[in-house]
């Protein structure tokens, strides 16, 4: 069974820099990438970065978090991390790290494992 847990939320000032990690047990070899997604209060939740885990390069972004954002993975550690600079007011939300087991359900965005959640509050 895979297991999700995110850490690293927090409160910040508007411009300043987080880094949140996902901790995940249980991933199979056919586990084919990790994201992490957003929900802001009263909004769907939206995409905001994934990478491929056994693939090295293979990453996308939000439009809206490119350039600002950047996810990396320890395979060793089983850890994917979200490194998070230049923070905005309209970053505020809950984050979420996910999995998701087959390249085809990757490319429609249908991720098959989610975490609980951590919470990213920037200030203005």
């Known amino acids: 069974q895979v297991q999700l847990v995110e850490s690293g939320g927090g409160v910040v000032q508007d411009g300043g820099s987080l880094r949140l990690s996902c901790a995940a047990s249980?991933?199979?070899?056919?586990?084919?990438?990790m994201g992490w997604f957003r929900q802001a209060p009263g909004k769907e939740r939206e995409f905001v970065a994934t990478?491929?885990?056994?693939?090295?390069?293979?990453?996308s972004y939000s439009r809206s978090v490119k350039d600002r954002f950047t996810i990396s993975k320890d395979l060793d550690k089983r850890t994917v991390y979200l490194q998070m600079n230049n923070l905005k007011p309209e970053d505020t939300a809950v984050y979420y790290c996910?999995?998701?087991?087959?390249?085809?359900?990757?490319?429609?965005?249908?991720?098959?494992?989610w975490g609980q959640g951590t919470q990213v509050t920037v200030g203005s």
């Open positions: 996910a999995a998701v087991d087959s390249f085809s359900d990757y490319l429609d965005g249908k991720y098959d494992h």
């Open positions: 249980g991933l199979t070899t056919h586990s084919y990438a």
């Open positions: 990478i491929a885990w056994r693939t090295d390069g293979v990453e």
